[in-house]
């Protein structure tokens, strides 16, 4: 049980640019936090420097408000699951998951006890006499997991853990560690690039891109309320549509221009815009999810599109569109919705669901 | 279907052809060191009766058995020296960037002189502090060429896989010195044993330092064999007896040595 706390946390390898850049961010007791971001982005510095095993260049690490910037890795009582595992390849399964406990003298009956209770917990109870190369990535996987179990440590570092396995094994593994932190309510750090990870497992997650915080949110308030361009386009697959405007006053009603569709601006949100409509350039944003093949009673705002591609995924249709002004966006339709390429088609796009960007900040305008 | 035969024999055709290559001189003189002076010499090879007599009497010649017992002195001290310190130094490379990029190719640039550039200071210096025709000499000459090449060889070992897995020991608790001693040293172990095989091996064959460095107490096989004279003269059956003794310890320890190499090389611990 724990919370850990950065404090303006940078690192900077050699020369380079900061790998880590100033960030700040607060993971509560027993809280599943994921880290999220693209390949290269700090995810695992950040990690790493929490764990221990990197120097911490500039700024604050605190647990459970105990500084810990120069406390030994040792010392910190936090388990690691590496992506590749990294198990002890000269010992057993048992004797893998007991060598911390060893190390932490303690008593040998205690030892036996703990590792049955985790091996079964994990179902690995067959496999404790087998060296870690007689075992399958998932089940070298799961014993991992279960050496950082066994030590009961304050807090769980995940780096990737999941990354390694296949599609079906990575949604058991899923549901099972989000059950296992419901049991155990201990902290969980989780480090990913994967988005379903990111949005089913975290209480919150925490997005990244190159070495800054994005943003932190719960997985729906961030996907509701992208805090900017980067995460908007970044979060759900396929990504928000994000297309280039400008604002247009036309007595009293205030319009958008995008692609050469012209779109009203709702009277109720009108307002709320009133105060940056003075900017003339806008970035709109509409998820893929918010295109529809039909008005709903005149409620949503007509496209005329072209279709440029179709990805019939079976449980729904991807359909790429060109807009008139030539701009390629993506909808998320019915799985029995089919189009030939290169026909016309009349898309609606549910307008109350938009986001608007600043295109120089680049984040979001208004908050409704 | 012949097609296929053909595929298969070729590369073993082109194989023997080679390996004979290098095989033939070696059973010519185990042919000659199994016969006497007499028929050593003949061609085609007379067989008379095989026998051992010239490995008897080269056993009972005292300097035989010095050079014999030099080389083997030499060469263990060499090994147990080289190999901890190599490995420290590799550990220091490859977990502390010691020194950086310079430091390791200078270690690494020793061994591209020619040796014989080297070894000419290295008897002045030697005579200074007469260290010639002594085995710590002997000792001190070959660490210079093995102690290089095996930090060399082990930076790549200590660089791999093992540096997660060293650090998976010390989130579990362990000191550096724990994760070294427990984790590391016993994964690592079929790679130094190779190296110091490896190391065992060229200060067994070396000869240049030897010929020049060492004198009538401290001479290696090499350069005993290179002047090897019996009381008789040169005998060209009782030399290939030598010569067969002094090749046999690399002919037992390479086999050993590729499967630790390989085995230190992949830690099959990470699939
Ligand atoms: N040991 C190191 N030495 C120098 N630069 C490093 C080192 N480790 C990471 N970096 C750099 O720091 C930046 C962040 O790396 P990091 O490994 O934290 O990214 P990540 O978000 O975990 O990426 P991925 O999803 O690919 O694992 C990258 O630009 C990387 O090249
Ligand atoms: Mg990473």
């Known amino acids: 049980m724990s919370e850990i706390t950065l404090r303006n946390v940078s690192k900077i390898y050699g020369s380079d640019d900061a790998a880590v850049n100033n960030i700040n961010l607060d993971i509560k007791d027993g809280e599943f936090m994921v880290l999220l971001g693209p390949s290269g982005c700090g995810k695992s510095t950040t990690l790493r420097m929490i764990a221990g095993l990197e120097s911490i260049t500039a700024g604050d690490i605190f647990i459970d408000g105990k500084l810990i910037n120069d406390i030994d890795p040792a010392e910190r009582d936090l388990a690691i699951v590496f992506q590749n595992y990294a198990l002890y390849p000269h010992m057993n399964v048992a004797a893998n998951l007991a060598f911390g406990l060893k190390l932490r003298k303690v008593p040998k009956d205690q030892i036996e006890s703990r590792i049955l209770k985790t091996a079964n917990t994990l179902g690995i ?55 296992l932190h419901n049991d155990l309510g201990t902290t969980i750090i989780h480090v990913t690039h994967d988005q379903v990870e990111a949005m089913t497992m975290g209480d919150r997650i925490c997005i990244m891109r190159k070495g800054i915080i994005e943003q932190v949110g719960k997985p729906l308030e961030v996907y509701r309320n992208p805090a900017n361009i980067f995460v908007a386009g970044f979060l759900a697959s396929p990504p928000m549509n994000l297309i280039e405007g400008s604002f247009e006053q036309e007595g009293d009603s205030l319009k958008i221009e995008v692609s050469g569709i012209t779109l009203t601006i709702p009277a ?70 089919r189009a030939p390429i290169g026909s016309a088609l009349k898309l609606y796009a549910d307008i109350e669901r938009m986001h608007l960007f600043d295109p120089e900040t680049e984040k979001a305008i208004v908050a409704r | 279907m012949h097609k296929g035969l053909l595929k298969r024999l ?64 030499i060469a263990i001290g060499t090994t147990l020296i080289a190999l901890p310190l190599a490995a420290a130094m590799a550990y220091s490379f490859a977990r502390y960037n010691t020194g950086g990029l310079p430091l ?5 640039s020793s061994q591209m002189l020619p040796p014989v550039i080297l070894v000419l200071p290295l008897f002045s210096l030697f005579l200074k502090a007469s260290l010639l025709n002594t085995q710590t ?28 897995i060293e650090q998976a020991a010390r989130i579990d608790g362990a000191t550096r ?22 190391s065992f091996i060229l200060s067994w064959n070396e ?39 002094a090749i046999l310890p690399v002919f037992i320890l390479l086999p050993l040595m590729k499967k630790h190499l390989i085995k230190g090389l992949s830690l099959g611990a990470i699939k």
Not at chain 2, 104 to 108: F, H
Not at chain 2, 137 to 164: N, Q, R
């Open chain 2, 177 to 198: 010195l724990q994760a070294f001693l427990r984790i590391t040293m016993p994964i690592m172990a079929p790679g130094l044993l190779a190296a110091g095989l490896l």
């Open chain 1, 125 to 179: 109870s067959e496999l404790l006499t087998r060296r870690p190369r007689e075992l399958s990535g998932g089940q070298q996987q799961r014993v991992a997991l279960g050496r950082a179990m066994v030590r009961e440590p304050v807090a769980f570092l995940f780096d990737e853990p999941l990354s390694n396995l296949d599609a079906k094994l990575r949604a058991t593994m899923r549901t099972e560690l989000v059950k």
């Open chain 2, 207 to 245: 000869f240049l330092f030897a010929l020049i460095l060492s004198g009538p107490q401290t001479n290696t096989l090499p350069v005993g064999l290179s002047s090897y004279q019996s009381h008789r003269g040169v005998d060209i059956a009782l030399l290939s007896a030598a010569a067969i003794c």
């Open chain 1, 268 to 337: 109720h949100f009108a307002n709320a815009y009133g105060n940056v409509h003075s900017r003339k350039d806008v970035i709109l944003g509409i998820r893929p999810e918010d295109i529809y093949t039909d008005s709903n009673d005149g409620r949503y705002t007509c496209m005329e599109t072209q279709v440029v591609a179709v990805e019939a995924l079976g449980p729904e249709t991807i359909m790429v569109v060109k807009l008139p002004g030539g701009k390629e966006i993506s909808a998320r339709l019915d799985r029995s919705f």
């Open chain 2, 104 to 108: 390791r190719l200078a270690v690494l």
């Open chain 2, 10 to 73: 070729l590369p073993h055709v082109v194989l023997l052809v080679f390996s004979s290559a290098i095989l033939f001189p070696i059973l010519w003189m185990l042919r000659v060191a199994l016969t006497n002076k007499m028929n050593a010499y003949q061609i085609p090879p007379v067989w008379g009766n095989p026998n051992f007599n010239n490995f008897i009497e080269i056993f009972a010649d005292n300097s035989f058995m010095g050079y014999f017992v030099n080389s083997l002195s």
């Open chain 2, 137 to 164: 000499g002997m000792i001190i000459a070959h660490i210079t060429i093995s102690l290089p090449f095996l930090a060399w060889l082990l930076v790549a070992f200590f660089e791999g896989d093992i540096v997660i």
